[in-house]
């Protein structure tokens, strides 16, 4: 497995300029990473008592469909998502998938393996991706000496958690055409938070897998994404979603009924015009 590979700590007498190197970086990109770039990818402040240590982390990179670690593979690796789109799954004894999150720049992979020393999850990558590598042994071994390190890794790791925990609340409290909505809301926003564009990108995942992590069946996704676009609040081309109307998103509750739908506004009792995204909520 491409997990075996581990960061390294460098020489300052060492260099990365030999020949195989080089033609290694131009077949793959950057191989390597420092702990500030890291830090930085990771939204958190580089270590101050880390500033004079030249610490390189590995990048290697995967193909649309390669599985990064699997269930049950023994831990041994944390993975930080350089660029690309992932899953996380676990699979039951009959070969039926539960999507656990949709890792993107930035995110952590891993993180389960830490408790029994087994990855409880899958890894796969939805697009061609570049991933670096965490060794967990490097890891603590440089948080015993450097705890400011060692408390900004758990720092990224509650976020993991806090998002989580976020994702259950939504699918406890959330109607399907809601759920749907705040995962359109969430992807825009990432997308924002990354560079691109949070109007107009593309799905990674198919419409299956975000039924899969929204608990809700395929044709239900479908249904609700037509239906938005019915509406105006989205636009749908295959794959390509465009925002329309970020704000309905964020406060709908429910789909007015199929035969309401459409109407650009609505009269409310009083006579004064009720906007389609105000409607939406309300319902």
Not at 5 to 31: H, V
Not at 173 to 182: G, I, K, T
Request: hydrophobic letters at 40%; proline letters at 4%.
């Amino acid at each position: 497995m491409l997990s075996t590979q581990t960061s390294e700590i460098r020489p300052a007498t060492t260099t990365l300029q030999s020949s195989s190197m080089e033609a290694g970086r131009q077949r793959q990109g950057r191989l390597w990473s420092n702990l500030k770039e890291v830090c930085d990818l990771l939204h958190i402040p580089a270590a101050n008592s880390l500033a004079n240590e030249e610490l390189l982390f590995q990048h290697v990179q995967f193909k649309t469909g390669q599985r990064i670690h699997t269930i049950g593979q023994p831990f041994d690796t944390l993975y930080i998502v350089n660029s690309g789109f992932l899953k996380t799954v676990l699979i039951d004894e009959y070969g039926n998938e539960q999507v656990l999150s949709f890792p993107m720049k930035g995110d952590m992979l891993g993180v389960d393996g830490i408790h029994t020393r087994h990855y409880s999850s899958e890894a796969v990558a939805l697009s061609d991706c570049d991933l670096i590598l965490l060794p967990f042994k490097k890891l603590t071994m440089l948080g015993r000496i450097h705890p400011e390190l060692e408390n900004m890794m758990y720092g990224v790791m509650s976020r993991e958690l806090v998002r989580e925990q976020a994702m259950i609340g939504m699918l406890g409290a959330l109607s399907a055409e809601a759920r749907v909505a705040r995962f359109l809301v969430a992807l825009a926003e990432r997308f924002a938070q990354m560079g691109y564009s949070s109007k107009l990108f593309n799905l990674r995942m198919t419409r299956h897998e975000i039924g899969s992590y929204l608990g809700l069946t395929l044709e239900t996704v479908s249904r609700t994404l037509s239906a938005f676009n019915e509406i105006g609040m989205i636009s749908v081309d295959q794959r390509t979603i465009g925002i329309k109307d970020p704000e309905a998103l964020k406060t709908l509750r429910r789909l007015p009924p199929s035969r309401t739908r459409g109407r650009p506004a609505s009269r409310s009792k009083g006579g004064s015009t009720v906007a389609s995204g105000q409607l939406l909520a309300a319902l």
